[in-house]
């Protein structure tokens, strides 16, 4: 039994970012416990951005022993804030809000994501422009958005 468990650890922790666990027998007892890094993750590589109508998909490379990743948008006030915690390595956001201009991942433990890695580069959405419509005499009388 403990080398069926041992072995289906071994298998199912390479496919996406889950937490790596290390199986602890003595005699008859057996426990297994989660692996927490003492370093810090190294920032996540290759992230890419696809827009697909109103959805963005978000994916990034693995990064070996994250149990978890955090999602943070930066917003029209100059804020980095949480947009969500995900276990795989790639996220969609149907839509996502409209106030978010770029897109940074930080690798997770099991138990926190506080501290924990290093922020990947941070991804620009695209630019929004503001066009400011003028009368004859170059006075402004509207603001529309658009994208590029």
């Known amino acids: 039994m403990k080398k069926l468990i041992i072995l289906m650890l071994l298998i199912s922790g390479t496919l996406k970012a889950e937490t790596t666990w290390i199986p602890i027998g003595n005699g008859d007892n057996f426990i297994i ?62 839509p996502l809000p409209s106030n978010i201009s770029n897109i940074r991942i930080m690798a997770c433990t099991y138990t926190t994501c506080s501290n924990t890695g290093t922020w990947s580069l941070s991804v620009a959405l695209g630019k929004r422009i503001i066009f400011i419509h003028t009368d004859l005499l170059g006075s402004p009388v509207a603001e529309s958005q658009g994208e590029q």
């Open 33 to 94: 416990i989660p692996f927490i890094p003492t370093e810090k993750f190294s920032q996540p590589t290759n992230v890419s951005l696809l827009k697909s109508g109103s959805d963005v998909i978000v994916s990034w490379d693995n990064i070996l022993h994250a149990s978890k990743y955090r999602i943070e948008g930066y917003d029209d006030n100059g804020n980095w804030i949480l947009l969500r915690e995900v276990s795989a390595n790639t996220t969609v956001f149907s």
